[in-house]
């Protein structure tokens, strides 16, 4: 695989390039059609994603999936580990009463 596709969200190996991906992106330029061993394939540029998830909701192959990593964030935060997190402004809208609970 190329330099692209290494990011939170990313394309598996079932890709057939039918370009749904691109239609769910809000940031069309995050899609990048590739050949890999003569095949098209949409891998995802880590540089301009904004890792909203709409590509992975948009496939209609299970091609998108994102790189899941609670397990090492929880095995920190037990350790002891200092931690910081980056929370964006639509949990509080979407979640008002659980978000002083959940943080």
């Not at 039918?18 to 394939?41: D, H």
């Amino acid at each position: 695989m190329k330099s692209d596709n290494y990011g939170i969200v990313y394309t598996r190996s079932n890709c057939i390039g039918c370009n749904s991906c691109i239609l769910g992106c809000p940031i069309p330029e995050a899609n990048k059609s590739i050949n890999v061993n003569g095949r098209n394939f949409l891998a995802v540029d880590p540089r301009k994603c904004i890792h909203c998830g709409h590509c992975i909701t948009a496939c209609p192959h299970e091609s998108r999936d994102y790189r899941d990593d609670v397990a090492d964030f929880f095995a920190a935060l037990e350790s002891g580990e200092k931690l910081s997190l980056v929370v964006a402004p639509a949990f509080f809208l979407r979640y008002p009463e659980k978000a002083g609970k959940v943080l």
